[in-house]
């Protein structure tokens, strides 16, 4: 099981640490990635950690987006900063390795002033 957690109100330029936290699985074992959308959009790909540790962004965010894990923890975080309106979305972390793949319920994300 996903739960994500750290979504909320900020105003533009600001920042915002997103946390996905895996409960009865070990998320070093997996590839993890961080999709939004948007009302109106379809889900899309914001960033993902490879289980080798590659991380790969989407263009909007490259360079204020962060993503990383903590193993300790088991989590994997996505830091945020530079926040524009349009970065305003649901945030789903998703974890996967062939065949499995499992999402996490969403954390809202505005940026508004």
């Known amino acids: 099981q996903l739960v994500e957690s750290g979504g909320g109100l900020v105003q533009p330029g600001g920042s915002l640490r997103l946390s996905c936290a895996a409960s009865g699985g070990d998320l070093s074992a997996y590839s993890v990635a961080w999709y939004r959308q948007a009302p109106g959009k379809p889900r899309e790909l914001v960033a993902r950690v490879t289980i080798g540790d590659t991380t790969d962004y989407a263009g909007p965010v490259k360079g204020r987006f962060t993503i990383s894990r903590d193993n300790a923890k088991n989590t994997v975080s996505l830091q945020m900063s530079s926040l524009k309106p349009e970065d305003t979305a649901v945030y789903y972390c998703?974890?996967?390795?062939?065949?499995?793949?499992?999402w996490g319920q969403g954390t809202l994300v505005t940026v508004s002033s």
């Open positions: 998703n974890a996967w390795r062939n065949p499995y793949t499992y």
